[in-house]
């Protein structure tokens, strides 16, 4: 059977037999295309099956939405999502090593592509996958809110990428997933000096000191040099940042910030052996993420407190800021936030502070507070 089709496109194609297997032998924009799959991947078993075929494809050409990659069946296997992703891992690894992306980003895609994708949507070609096919991944899901939310935004950079590529042709629906606000949590100057007296090590403890006065990032504390700090004019430059246990000379938000230093960090500081390089060394090397995080939780639980570091030392910083008065914006450029919406979970501790004072008395409470004093003096006489 022959089907011809030329309007805009010509077309010519015809069923063939190949051992025990058919295939269409078309002609279509000029070059020879053979196709021994569907769509699914599955042969050509009977010529019925494969006229059915032909006439599928010229339906598809009539509207002018026939591409051969979706039928060719090694087309089909690099579209299928486990295969598709790891050929975008690697070009995200391209990127990581030019500084597009960073080291820790890099993990955390490697972590959900591994742990989630395609453990559930691996077998998926991605150009077939619908808002359906992820609300039901989702669902299929064990794990918080926000595991799910940090999946969707790895898989929608998949679909980005694809449609850039012109490897698909649009990006599906995406479910909205609500994330509860973390709970407001800081702490006061008492309660962090107390923590602070647990390290013994003067560095350690001038490290903590660094997070708790300034409310710098942990990455940045750790990736601080020398040539950063002067104690002259008491200003410390943030200009870059450890990524996971890699310098990177940006910081996360990209910025540079020129902070005033507080009597008690010119004190740590000029108590402080200035060499080369780092500030903060450990045989020779900065600090590692993972030792910081040890030596913070078993300090605070000597001192009986249980608080992560970051809500212990940058959140606390910026909460008491905010009571204090201090303008959002001069928050938000403090610790170099681009967006204003990292900057409005300060503006939440004052809500939180309004709560926590006592109840005001209503005009009701009042007035039954004097309807049983004076029926207690009627009782005393």
Not at 34 to 59: H, M, V
Not at 73 to 84: I, P, V
Not at 105 to 129: A, C, K, M, W
Not at 240 to 262: C, F, I, Q, S, W
Request: charged share 30%.
């Amino acid at each position: 059977m022959r089907a011809r089709s030329c309007d805009n496109l010509c077309m010519s194609g015809k069923v063939r037999k190949n051992r025990e297997n058919f295939y269409i032998d078309l002609h279509w924009k000029g070059e020879r295309v053979r196709l021994f799959s569907d769509r699914e991947g599955n042969p050509l078993y009977s010529e019925r099956q494969a006229n059915r075929f032909l006439e599928r494809i010229r339906s598809e050409i009539d509207g002018d939405e026939f591409d051969p990659k979706n039928y060719i069946k090694r087309e089909l296997k690099a579209l299928r999502l486990d295969n598709y992703v790891q050929a975008w891992l690697l070009r995200q690894q391209r990127r990581l090593e030019v500084g597009e992306i960073s080291h820790g980003y890099f993990r955390e895609q490697s972590s959900v592509l591994r742990n989630y994708l395609i453990p559930h949507l691996g077998t998926r070609d991605i150009r077939t996958l619908t808002k359906g096919n992820l609300d039901d991944f989702l669902l299929e899901l064990e794990v918080s809110p926000k595991t799910k939310k940090n999946a969707l935004g790895v898989l929608r950079a998949i679909f980005t990428d694809a449609l850039d590529r012109e490897d698909i042709k649009k990006i599906p629906k995406f479910p909205k997933i609500r994330t509860d606000d973390p709970k407001v949590r800081w702490l006061d100057p008492e309660a962090q000096d107390a923590i602070l007296a647990q390290f013994t090590d003067p560095m350690r403890r001038a490290f903590f000191a660094l997070l708790v006065h300034m409310g710098i990032r942990p990455g940045e504390g750790r990736g601080l040099r020398w040539a950063d700090v002067d104690l002259e004019h008491g200003i410390l430059t943030v200009h870059a940042a450890m990524d996971l246990n890699y310098y990177r000379d940006t910081t996360k938000e990209g910025d540079v910030r020129h902070l005033p230093m507080p009597p008690e960090m010119i004190e740590i500081f000029s108590g402080m052996e200035r060499t080369a390089g780092y500030v903060f060394t450990l045989n020779g090397r900065p600090y590692a993420q993972q030792r910081i995080g040890k030596w913070w939780r078993k300090a605070a639980a000597a001192a009986g407190y249980d608080i992560p570091l970051y809500m212990a030392t940058k959140h606390s910083l910026g909460c008491r800021a905010r009571l204090a008065g201090v303008p959002l914006d001069v928050i938000q450029d403090y610790f170099g936030h681009k967006s204003a919406v990292s900057t409005r979970r300060y503006a939440k501790i004052q809500i939180e502070t309004f709560k926590a004072m006592h109840r005001q008395p209503t005009v009701s409470d009042i007035n039954e507070a004097r309807k049983k004093v004076s029926n207690s003096k009627k009782l005393a006489r």
